[in-house]
């Protein structure tokens, strides 16, 4: 199933608040997530996530600001942007009554589709279901639920699809199969947003990355960019015998630990790594192991979230 | 209407995948009241003078309006409260199905099991009286008023809820007293004035006496003034319940 649309922005939250109680969830979150993007929202838990999705699907109302998707208003216009949004939800959440087919039928069903049983089979397929169409929901280990979600969302072929944090609990073979199918759906031109715990797999799935804190976003950027900019290199020294006196490295380069001996010194860039390997040699050590350790995003994202970087 | 049969279809499902509790369970209920009273009370209870009912007859239709009431209050609100409770209301929430669309499917599948119930009392109890039809079309509103507004109350109460006991107690603190005390049992017009003048205030009462003239042709209040109650608490009690659901008040928090 391919997908074309003429809506270049899939999801557009402007100025967007809630606060529960005196608690702020979100604050004046300005978003737009492009059509056939994979798209990442980052943040610790309590940072907004969650309630900025359940905003956008119309779970949660805001307090103030509008949101669209795929140029659909969530409140004024509702039923046409729920049409196009399919959401993954957070918890496991499961109705005791049914089968999975019949949950998988009533879903469609929801959203006025008849004789869907060929894409629900399709799905069924793709999430190793197959097996488990006839079981009853309450029957189903926890990552078959998870994977039963996926599907819900996806029964009506929605052309944007949240995904709050879809492989927690998840294990390493499901996890790879799930990415597969929904980078198969990115392609085919599904838009993808995506929140997770695991920044591995934002790194390697998504283009671009928005990061929330305290419910502001904090960054928004192109996920390589942000690599590249932020990426720093750190230089892990060992040294070999006594040292007769502490290495210190000189202005261009920062000394980040010392530990039984091993160096690990901050790089702001590779090219630094002669200049110190000669101050080395100078100052009369000799080098036991070396190697240059890169940033990955995980780095970068605590780096921003303890304020040590600027956004 | 987008996904209401849909709707509709899973709330059916829903009791009668489990009908030995939500239909079995009722109808033996009623029957196992119409038994007791009806060895304890026969021959004591006067009831409509001069019309020749005898008391066993006449509790017949009582017992069916009651367990209509109760089972379509217990469906629609068993069945939100569980799905919100469960979390799966979700993906409920997340279709485009319209509010009305929601409130119909809801009181629909109320108004079916309510009326199974009743249909099942009134049915097994031919095994033991003979009952008369006077008037059809009023046993239909009545009954079918009496599903909607407990339908309704159900879903209010759904919404309010946050947890079972909540529930349990709207049940068996608002609705059992009030159907108990509507004069299911007995002619409010044996009652002391004081009684009477709460049965008067109950609409319960309406919908129960309405119906029992459906059967007799003869009731303890005009015949208007129930219908016109009865009219009225159905109808406002709908718009409170569509109010509710379209506003999102504790569903879309």
Redesign the interface.
């Known amino acids: 199933m391919s997908l074309s649309t003429n809506t270049s922005v899939a999801i557009n939250v402007r100025q967007v608040s809630k606060k529960f109680g005196r608690i702020k969830a979100v604050e004046s979150v300005d978003l737009q997530v492009k059509s056939g993007e994979f798209f990442g929202l980052l943040g610790p838990n309590g940072a907004g996530k969650t309630t900025l999705i359940n905003i956008i699907a119309g779970l949660c109302l805001a307090d103030c600001g509008r949101v669209e998707v795929m140029g659909h208003d969530v409140v004024k216009d509702y039923q046409s942007a729920r049409r196009a949004l399919g959401v993954v939800p957070q918890e496991l959440v499961f109705d005791p009554f049914f089968t999975v087919r019949e949950t998988l039928r009533f879903q469609s069903g929801y959203f006025g589709i008849k004789h869907n049983d060929d894409w629900i089979d399709e799905i069924l397929d793709n999430l190793n279901l197959v097996d488990k169409a006839d079981a009853n929901m309450r029957s189903l280990s926890g990552g078959m639920k998870r994977r039963v979600l996926v599907a819900q969302a996806l029964v009506h072929r929605p052309p944007v699809i949240i995904l709050d944090e879809p492989t927690a609990g998840v294990d390493v073979d499901l996890r790879r199969g799930l990415w597969g199918f929904i980078q198969k759906l990115n392609n085919q031109g599904h838009t993808i947003v995506l929140t997770t715990h695991y920044l591995e797999e934002a790194e390697s799935l998504c283009n671009r990355v928005a990061m929330l804190k305290a419910g502001e976003i904090v960054l928004v950027e192109d996920t390589t960019n942000l690599l590249r900019r932020e990426k720093e290199s750190l230089l892990r020294v060992r040294l070999k015998g006594e040292a007769p006196y502490e290495f210190k490295p000189r202005g261009y380069a920062r000394l980040v630990s010392v530990t039984d001996g091993e160096y690990l010194i901050k790089l702001s860039g590779p090219s630094e790594v002669e200049n110190i390997l000669k101050d080395l040699r100078e100052s009369g050590f000799e080098i036991d192991k070396m190697e240059i350790e890169r940033e990955d995003l995980e780095d970068v994202f605590l780096s921003i979230m303890t304020g040590n970087k600027s956004s | 209407m987008?996904?209401f049969?849909?709707?509709f279809?899973?709330e059916m499902?829903?009791f009668w995948?489990?009908g030995f509790q939500t239909l079995g369970a009722p109808i033996l209920t009623s029957l196992l009241y119409l038994l007791i009273f009806s060895h304890a009370l026969k021959g004591r209870a006067e009831v409509y003078p001069g019309l020749g009912v005898d008391y066993v007859t006449f509790l017949v239709p009582g017992l069916a309006m009651m367990s209509l009431l109760q089972n379509a209050f217990a469906n629609s609100s068993s069945s939100l409260t569980q799905?919100k409770i469960?979390?799966?209301i979700?993906?409920?929430?997340?279709?485009?199905?319209?509010h009305f669309s929601f409130f119909i499917a809801y009181i629909l599948a109320a108004c079916v099991r309510g009326t199974l119930v009743a249909l099942g009392v009134v049915l097994a109890s031919l095994f033991f009286v003979e009952l008369p039809v006077n008037n059809i079309a009023l046993i239909i509103f009545f009954a079918v008023c009496g599903a909607v507004m407990l339908g309704s109350l159900g879903l209010i109460a759904g919404v309010w809820a946050e947890k079972f006991d909540q529930i349990a107690a709207f049940q068996n603190f608002v609705i059992l007293p009030m159907t108990f005390l509507s004069g299911v049992f007995y002619s409010v017009e044996k009652l002391p004035a004081f009684w009477k003048w709460i049965s008067h205030a109950n609409p319960f009462f309406y919908l129960i006496d309405g119906f029992r003239r459906g059967f007799f042709g003869h009731s303890d209040a005009e015949i208007y003034i129930s219908v016109s109650v009865v009219s009225l608490a159905t109808l406002s009690l709908s718009c409170v319940c569509l109010h509710i659901i379209r506003s999102?008040y504790k569903l879309?928090?």
Do not use: A, E, H
Request: net charge positive.
């Open positions: 987008s996904g049969r849909t709707l279809r899973k499902l829903r995948k489990v799905s469960m979390g799966n979700v993906f409920l929430l997340l279709t485009p199905i319209s999102g879309r928090t």
